[in-house]
T-cell receptor
Framework: DTGVSQDPRHKITKRGQNVTFRCDPI?????LYWYRQTLGQGPEFLTY????????KSRLLSDRFSAERPKGSFSTLEIQRTEQGDSAMYLC?????????????FGSGTRLTVV | AQSVTQLDSQVPVFEEAPVELRCNYS??????LFWYVQYPNQGLQLLLK??????LVKGINGFEAEFNKSQTSFHLRKPSVHISDTAEYFC????????????FGSGTRLSIRP
């Protein structure tokens, strides 16, 4: 078990381009969460999955954002038509259903810079 | 809805001195509380958690926190800090009835001076 993996670690993109991030959770974890963290702020909840079902989405997740977890394993987060305000660290975390009370396991994040 | 307030954005302290990082929460239901630590360019790591029982909880790296229901606080303490404790610390809360998601505070940057 190598923990939660996120790819890429860093992404620089031009405004208006689309980007996609990948998260590989701990293999037996059935819950997967996406958070966004801007400089000097705490992580803000974006969305979470239980297996392949997306159970909750934050109001922060505009129409330009979409997340999937097609087979209940890895997840992708896509941002279309990126804006400078999308620059942030995107964090993925996973947990076992019912074990989330014991805290999530976080990945190291993907840092997005929109220029 | 739940919310978390971390009263200090930055806390400078000398090495080997004690430190307290303050956290207050707001919720209309019972909650579970967490402290996470984030080292530069890394993800978050769980320091400690309060679920129930004893209000004084001990975590990793010599940290402890005390849950105070009447004051809706969950302050983090360490009796003697080390240079390696330099990091960002986040207080977080989730509703006790259904652990759907964790809500984080804005963080406190702990800087240790030699």
């Amino acid at each position: 078990d190598t923990g939660v993996s996120q790819d890429p670690r860093h992404k620089i993109t031009k405004r208006g381009q689309n980007v996609t991030f990948r998260c590989d959770p701990i293999s037996e974890h059935n819950r997967l969460y996406w958070y966004r963290q801007t400089l000097g702020q705490g992580p803000e909840f974006l969305t979470y999955f239980q297996n392949e079902a997306q159970l909750e989405k934050s109001r922060l997740l505009s129409d330009r954002f979409s997340a999937e977890r097609p087979k209940g394993s890895f997840s992708t987060l896509e941002i279309q038509r990126t804006e400078q305000g999308d620059s942030a660290m995107y964090l993925c975390a996973s947990s076992l259903l019912g074990q989330g009370l014991y805290g999530y396991t976080f990945g190291s994040g993907t840092r997005l810079t929109v220029v | 809805a739940q919310s978390v307030t971390q009263l200090d954005s930055q806390v400078p302290v000398f090495e080997e001195a004690p430190v307290e990082l303050r956290c207050n929460y707001s919720s209309s239901v019972s909650v579970y509380l967490f402290w996470y630590v984030q080292y530069p360019n890394q993800g978050l790591q769980l320091l400690l958690k309060y679920l129930s029982g004893s209000t004084l909880v001990k975590g990793i790296n010599g940290f402890e926190a005390e849950f105070n229901k009447s004051q809706t606080s969950f302050h983090l303490r360490k009796p003697s800090v080390h240079i390696s404790d330099t990091a960002e610390y986040f207080c977080a809360v989730t509703p006790g009835s259904s652990a759907s998601k964790i809500i984080f505070g804005s963080g406190t940057r702990l800087s240790i001076r030699p």
